[in-house]
């Protein structure tokens, strides 16, 4: 008898699209309302707590496929929310930008002393890999950070109060900017959480779809990306 063995190799851009679903499905399961830290341990009760919380919403109600949150505290669950609307937040930003580049619209000048225009970069992941110079990239990075250590923090009083928990997970107002948001009645407010909740999630799928299209060279963009 011959044995044969067979290798198969995944070119790049199908190994690219298998990571990104996998981390889509590892996150997936964010996307539900949270587990009460109170709730009584039999299931049947504990899926009924979840039916008006924020993020529930037909046609999917609550949505736990991985388990992430079986048996987890409030502050478990308030962590996990936490991630999903700053990444929410994140994808939004990036969609908008996408939109805002391939439109046509560049800062004036240059972007760097070559003499390389902000008109010259293109958009998407080969933008920021291989024309974004790397002076460029640690301009960037370094803002990111600073705004994760010193402004964007989840509180609400000033930013020498610390301790000081936000309204709701993902509050960045920090006591200073509110936006008329305290006059607001608790249904708007409620309203208005459930709009950005899922127009982040809308964002997420939207900016991993436009990743991965781009790595298996079809686009959805008029002309290409």
């Known amino acids: 008898l011959v044995r044969s063995s067979y290798v198969v190799t995944l070119p790049h851009q199908m190994k690219f699209a298998l990571a990104l679903l996998a981390l889509a499905l590892t996150g997936a399961s964010a996307f539900m309302g949270p587990k009460v ?12 707590s979840y039916d008006s919380e924020l ?14 949150v079986e048996g987890a505290s409030q502050e478990r669950f308030d962590r996990l929310r936490y991630v999903e609307v700053k990444h929410g937040r994140i994808a939004m930003l990036a969609v908008l930008g996408q939109i805002v580049t391939k439109a046509g619209i560049r800062l004036p000048g240059d972007i760097d002393y070559e003499g390389t225009h902000f008109t010259d970069i293109g958009t998407g992941w080969d933008a920021w890999m291989n024309q974004v110079p790397d002076a460029g990239k640690y301009q960037i990075l370094a803002l990111i950070f600073f705004l994760e250590v010193g402004i964007m923090k989840d509180q609400a009083g000033s930013m020498d109060d610390r301790a000081a928990p936000g309204e709701f997970p993902g509050d960045f107002r920090n006591g200073y900017i509110d936006f008329g948001w305290d006059k607001l009645s608790d249904a708007d407010k409620l309203k208005k959480r459930a709009v950005e909740l899922n127009n982040g999630r809308a964002a997420q799928m939207g900016i991993l779809a436009l990743m991965v299209h781009e790595q298996l060279g079809v686009s959805i963009w008029p002309g290409g990306i």
């Open 37 to 48: 830290a109170h709730a009584p341990a039999r299931s049947a009760a504990v899926s009924m």
């Open 55 to 68: 993020g529930v919403q037909k046609p999917l109600g609550f949505w736990d496929p991985l388990g992430i």
